[in-house]
């Protein structure tokens, strides 16, 4: 861990990772702290300071242990599987969906459920959401893909009416 003038870098066994800092925070580095301050109290600064805070702890844990995203998808002749990089999906088209991760995603396919790691909880948060937005969970049957634990509420459908 180390701070270059704006810049903060953190190296683990799961990567390294970079970041700028915003020209209103001050960045130091004491012993094995970082410590985040505003450079000034204007209005906006407390939000920016938690921020840069939550970016910063956010690398320390993604170069360390690295974060994991969980998905789930459910619905009848609906598959996923890997060929080298790429993730190939049958989701109900007439073709397959081929989804190829940016570097530094790693994708694992057991049964059902797809698993995004990586070292940057931005990056493997986002690649998640556009899995995920593939084919996105329909409230009626519940076929899609979801994120592992999410709740879709369901909705009941046409009803037969009897006439009097």
């Not at 998808?73 to 060929?83: P, Y």
């Not at 990089?85 to 940016?102: D, I």
């Not at 057991?110 to 329909?138: H, M, N, W, Y």
Request: a positive charge.
């Amino acid at each position: 861990m180390r701070v270059e003038e704006r810049k903060v870098i953190v190296k683990g066994p799961q990567g390294e990772l970079v970041h700028e800092v915003s020209h209103d925070m001050a960045v130091e580095l004491r012993e094995k702290e970082i410590s985040v301050h505003p450079m000034r109290a204007f209005r906006g600064d407390a939000a920016l300071w938690g921020l840069s805070r939550s970016i910063i702890a956010n690398m320390v844990e993604g170069a360390s242990r690295g974060f994991a995203k969980k998905l789930e998808f459910e619905g009848i002749g609906f598959r996923a599987s890997l060929e080298g990089e790429t993730l190939v999906m049958q989701l109900g088209f007439s073709h397959p969906v081929r989804f190829r991760a940016p570097e530094g995603v790693g994708l694992k396919v057991e049964k059902s459920t797809i698993t995004v790691t990586g070292s940057d909880k931005e990056i493997v948060g986002e690649v998640a959401a556009r899995i995920r937005a593939l084919k996105l969970p329909e409230p009626y049957k519940g076929k899609g893909i979801k994120y592992q634990g999410e709740v879709i509420r369901r909705k009941a459908g046409k009803k037969a009416t009897t006439s009097a």
